[in-house]
């Protein structure tokens, strides 16, 4: 079993990776020694800047924040980071738009990385913080300068952040992200709409992480105010997406993939072929795939339990046109 199978066997245990508190001494060293252990951080944080917690990659989740209770965020950063985070707080601040910035920080014992810096307005009051290593692209970019290498990088981050926020997702979105696809070039698509189909199917769900880890988590059944919320994150996932430069024909499916047949869906209660074709391709794809996986409030269903459904929703939820190429390709694979 490899390292990251048991790091993921013991997460579906219970048991976490965690750090001990580091005294306020401490803080200074504190970042880079974190981000040396972990790939990726997630900060979730008051509007004050005060930590409520904080997760890593590598399949853990932090199960206890390593910084003192009521500690603020820039008290644990390096000189070099802080004054570039303070006026990246302003403009956030401002708008209360999502806002980035790159810096460069030693990791133990002696490496330069350079680290990209997302703040992320969210619900209930709260700012995430997510910080990744973007190295690679630094040394791309001395040989690569493109729209397409913006956006690629740019939809990476986003996909990373969401991990953060619901490990559940990645896998997920590999899995529909491929269907789609597969159903897109079935259905003939040209190579420019495939490409705006995977790039928005790589971000569909990014709305979620503002959305409250008390909701996007929770085992049981929302309440009506709950639901309320988490249907904003189609609308969320525009507003933060909506800066890419040509990324525009990719944001049907994060915003639109909700949406069904019959007008029932959300958040513009489209119907028929108001909703757009990527997004009716990309329905498909995203049910049959939560439908067939184990979640936590009930078993997955069987291939052919899932393709039932499908066919009784053909009308209702789904496009009755595409119906039956997707129940096709599915059946024929």
């Known amino acids: 079993m490899s390292d990251l199978d048991q790091m993921e066997a013991r997460l579906q245990k219970g048991f976490h990776l965690s750090f001990p508190p580091m005294p306020p001494s401490a803080f200074e060293d504190g970042l880079n020694d974190l981000l040396h252990t972990a790939d990726d951080l997630l900060f979730i944080l008051k509007e004050t800047g005060q930590i409520l917690g904080c997760k890593a990659r590598k399949g853990a989740i932090l199960a206890s924040c390593p910084f003192a209770p009521g500690s603020f965020i820039s008290d644990i950063l390096p000189v070099t980071v802080k004054r570039k985070y ?180 959300y958040p513009d209660q489209l119907i028929g072929e108001e909703i757009p074709l990527a997004a009716r391709i990309f329905a498909f794809a995203d049910v049959f795939d939560a439908l067939t996986s184990d979640r936590p409030y009930r078993r997955a269903w069987s291939k052919e339990f899932a393709l039932d459904h499908i066919r009784r929703e053909a009308g209702i939820h789904f496009d009755p046109h595409l119906a039956p190429d997707f129940l096709h390709m599915v059946q024929d694979q």
């Open 86 to 265: 303070n006026r990246a707080l302003d403009d956030f601040q401002k708008l209360r738009r999502f806002t980035m910035f790159e810096s460069m920080l030693l990791l133990p014992p002696s490496v330069l990385n350079w680290y990209e810096f997302r703040l992320i307005p969210a619900l209930q009051n709260q700012t995430l913080l997510f910080i990744w290593d973007v190295s690679k692209y630094r040394g791309f970019s001395r040989t690569v300068s493109n729209l397409s290498f913006s956006i690629e990088k740019m939809l990476e981050g986003w996909s990373r952040s969401l991990y953060l926020r619901d490990f559940e997702t990645e896998d997920h979105t590999g899995r529909v992200t491929g269907m789609a696809l597969r159903l897109a070039k079935r259905l003939g698509l040209p190579e420019e709409e495939l490409v705006n189909i995977r790039r928005g199917a790589q971000v569909h769900d990014i709305g979620k992480i503002s959305i409250p880890d008390s909701i996007l988590l929770k085992t049981g059944g929302l309440t009506s105010e709950e639901w309320d919320l988490m249907r904003q994150h189609p609308l969320i996932a525009v507003e933060l997406l909506e800066s890419i430069p040509g990324i525009e024909q990719a944001l049907v499916i994060p915003r639109s993939h909700h949406e069904k047949w019959n007008g029932s869906g």
